[in-house]
Every structure is written in structure tokens, then in C-alpha cells.
């Protein structure tokens, strides 16, 4: 049973996570940088208040199938939310100082959207030296998710990814 979990982590973690080709990046629009949280540390109220998916294409005034990456800075991380038109929706937080696992875990629980059904359950990770993951949304028919905190080399968090991708 335990393999066979950590075979579909794998899997779920080599979708959600493979980098996208050049075509997608070609035809990726950078928005213009974020800079209204400068002054403030990240928060759950903050991150909510930068528009995520297909509203943030509508906010941006493009089509809701569009492709886009905006970086979004806050005293004490950058956050780059970005699309690929119907493909996936990624969420990635870069602390300023690496962080210890366990605020790793909050931050993606935030990125996540806790406060609804994110379809993560943030249990039974597959744990390596250099990665924490973990997969969800196995009730969902319509797309895989997972949330992915990159390790240094000494154990603390560096980067956690939240993606949400349609098979």
C-alpha cells in the first residue's frame, strides 16, 4: 500500500511539476510586478487579495484561457502566481530566509486555500532530501494538485510551489 502511494506521488508530483515547454513559455505573459505589499510580510488576508486563475486574466484584461506570470513582493518573500491557459494554476512563495518545515507547510496551506475545499490533505508526504510533497485531489475528476516545499540541503524550506493542473 505504501508503494503503491508513493508510485502515485511520483507520478502526480512529475505532472504537476515538469517544466513547461517553450512554446507555453513563448506565449506566457509577465504582468507587470506587484508591489503593493512591499511594506507587509505575507499573510493568508494578503494572498487573498490578489486575484488567482481565470479571474485574474479577466483582472488583467485578457481571455480566460490566457497564460500569464506576476510576481508579487512582500517584505519577507516574493510570490509568483501564474497560468497556462487551461493546463495547470501555480502558486509559488519564495521566502527571503529559508523557513523550517513546518511554517513550509503553513505557507502552502495558505497558497492552497484552506479556507475552502483545496482537495490537498496535507498527510502522508513522500519526503526526499531535497523535496516535500504532497498530492491531492484524488476525488476530483477534473484535475491532479499538490503541493511541492523545495528542502536546502540542510532541511529548511526554500520554496513551496501549490499547483492545481488538468490531466
Known amino acids: ?12 508530483a512529475s505532472l504537476l511539476f515538469t517544466p513547461m515547454s517553450w512554446a507555453q513559455i513563448k506565449d506566457t505573459m ?12 505575507f499573510s493568508q488576508s494578503l494572498f487573498y487579495q490578489i486575484p488567482h486563475g481565470a479571474d485574474a486574466c ?23 502566481t501564474s497560468k497556462e491557459t487551461t493546463y495547470y494554476v501555480r502558486s509559488t512563495l519564495i521566502p527571503n530566509q529559508s523557513v523550517s ?4 507547510i503553513a505557507y502552502a496551506q495558505i497558497l492552497a486555500g484552506m479556507s475552502g475545499n ?8 513522500t519526503v526526499s532530501n531535497e523535496r516535500i510533497s504532497y ?22 524550506v526554500r520554496e513551496i510551489a501549490v499547483t492545481y493542473s488538468t490531466p
Open 118 to 125: 483545496s482537495g490537498i490533505e496535507f498527510v502522508n508526504p
Open 101 to 104: 518545515p513546518e511554517q513550509g
Open 58 to 80: 479577466n483582472f488583467y484584461g485578457m481571455a480566460a484561457a490566457c497564460s500569464f506570470e506576476r510576481q508579487h513582493v512582500f517584505r519577507d518573500a516574493v510570490l509568483i
Open 135 to 156: 498530492v491531492g485531489c484524488p476525488s476530483f475528476d477534473s484535475h491532479l494538485c499538490g503541493a511541492d516545499l523545495a528542502l536546502t540541503p540542510d532541511g529548511l
Open 30 to 41: 509577465r504582468v507587470e510586478e506587484d508591489n503593493r505589499f512591499q511594506q507587509e510580510d
Open 1 to 12: 500500500m505504501q508503494q503503491s502511494f508513493l508510485g502515485l506521488a511520483a507520478i502526480a
